[in-house]
């Protein structure tokens, strides 16, 4: 159609995006930009509608290409493929990873203005060698949710410090010799090294071009030693959160309680929809003596934004992830669809966060608990190898269990692995003890 006019006709503009033909009163829309989305999030595609409603010059699209086990391998074949995402979801400790590899946009000049409205535990995450690298989306504040009814039929403390702690699993385990207090999955590193962080532990940590490894530590130790202890008591169950096994044990009660985050509500939702109302939740127990840095938490999950370091369209794809990450109504959307606690600090008022979740509808202060909590989380640091590091703790623990070696063994040798690996690829590495 348009070829039939000719190219000296007047009054032909391009705003905000959209081409307006001023011809008998006609208006045609242009293409718009066209942007690819990597997220696994559920509900993600009905945040992203939000955004394409306001934005016609900008059309995003939800790709579920990887999810969070797999994000690094696929996003790195996808660059060398030459169709990378415009846009990545990204768990923090795999991003160093992406920026190590060129996978990710240096976005520091034009996020600088958001870092004073941003979590601080968060801003840390995102940066690596003194740039940005993504904007937070979230953070994941821990907790001890547990079956308020059943801790009262069996007459059974909340644990406020960890000695309480194995103290109510060893007498639940004497009471209730078919029931656990919890599980200590020896498949999910990530919680062993966020309850190493509540004692100061940091495991990565860059210095100019050195990466620092602490892994084998004397925070590390105490850890190890307490959670070794309550395996060859049989007071805690072994199972993997989240697999078949332990949600059974879940639904029907045989585990009594899940050390998670703040995001953890809607998922024992689905799989123990009939215990709505009698769960309650506390912060994670506390070391008792004063020595050393102790935290309310650790940093378990919590995702990052990040623009791909091949998108055609940089600046459209900055806009998207700032809107995202900091707009109130994408932020309130995702607090409602997918329960995240934000990393940006204005959005900690939206109405979404003053009622409880609807699994635990009693505790009113919930994400007043949350907010306390994510204030008192260390600032650590993730590595480049992160899931090499996260493999060689499956296998080194999967032997310890079977009794082969204590568990400080096991870190002593994921520490060996990690230091090596970093040095295989040309790193210059120093072990901090």
């Not at 829309?29 to 010059?57: F, G």
Request: neutral net charge.
């Amino acid at each position: 159609m348009l070829d039939r006019f000719p190219s000296s006709f007047p009054r032909v503009r391009r705003a905000f995006g959209v081409i307006n033909f001023v011809i008998l009163g006609l208006t045609l829309p242009a293409d718009p930009i066209r942007l690819t989305y990597w997220n696994w999030a559920p509900h993600i595609e009905e945040i992203v509608a939000i955004w394409n409603r306001q934005n016609p010059d900008v059309q995003v699209t939800v790709s579920r290409a990887a999810g969070p086990l797999e994000i690094v391998p696929k996003l790195l074949a996808a660059h060398r493929g030459g169709n990378p995402p415009d846009i990545t979801n990204v768990i923090y400790q795999d991003l160093p990873a992406l920026v190590v590899n060129g996978l990710v946009a240096d976005i520091t000049q034009t996020s600088a203005a958001l870092k004073a409205g941003t979590s601080p535990v968060a801003w840390h995450l995102v940066n690596l060698g003194g740039r940005t690298w993504a904007l937070p989306q979230g953070t994941s504040p821990m907790m001890f949710y547990y079956r308020e009814d059943l801790f009262q039929q069996f007459g059974l403390e909340v644990p406020r410090t960890w000695p309480e702690f194995a103290a109510v699993a060893k007498k639940l385990h004497r009471l209730q010799p078919n029931r656990r207090l919890v599980t200590f999955p020896t498949g999910e590193p990530g919680l062993f090294v966020a309850l190493t962080h509540q004692l100061g532990a940091n495991w990565w940590a860059l210095d100019g071009e050195v990466w620092k490894i602490s892994i084998a530590t004397p925070e590390a130790k105490r850890i190890a030693d307490f959670w070794q202890d309550l395996v060859r008591a049989d007071a805690v169950a072994t199972s993997q959160h989240w697999s078949p096994e332990w949600s059974g044990a879940i639904a029907d009660g045989r585990l009594l309680g899940l050390i998670s985050a703040v995001w953890a509500p809607p998922l024992l939702a689905n799989i123990t929809p009939d215990t709505r109302g009698k769960w309650n939740v506390v912060p994670l127990p506390r070391w008792p003596d004063e020595a050393g840095r102790h935290y309310a938490s650790g940093v378990m999950g919590g995702s990052a934004t990040a623009v791909s370091s091949k998108t055609k369209h940089p600046e459209e794809a900055i806009r998207f992830i700032k809107w995202i990450t900091s707009d109130p109504e994408a932020l309130e959307a995702y607090i409602r669809l997918v329960n995240i606690w934000p990393a940006n600090l204005e959005a900690r008022r939206l109405p979404a966060l003053a009622i409880a979740p609807a699994f635990i509808p009693e505790r009113k202060d919930f994400y007043t608990l949350a907010n306390a909590i994510d204030l008192e989380t260390p600032n650590i640091s993730w590595g480049p190898n992160v899931s090499m590091t996260f493999d060689a703790f499956r296998n080194a623990f999967a032997r310890a269990v079977r009794g082969r070696t204590s568990f400080y063994e096991a870190l002593e040798s994921v520490q060996r692995s990690t230091v090596r690996d970093l040095r295989i690829q040309g790193y210059e590495v120093e072990e901090v003890p």
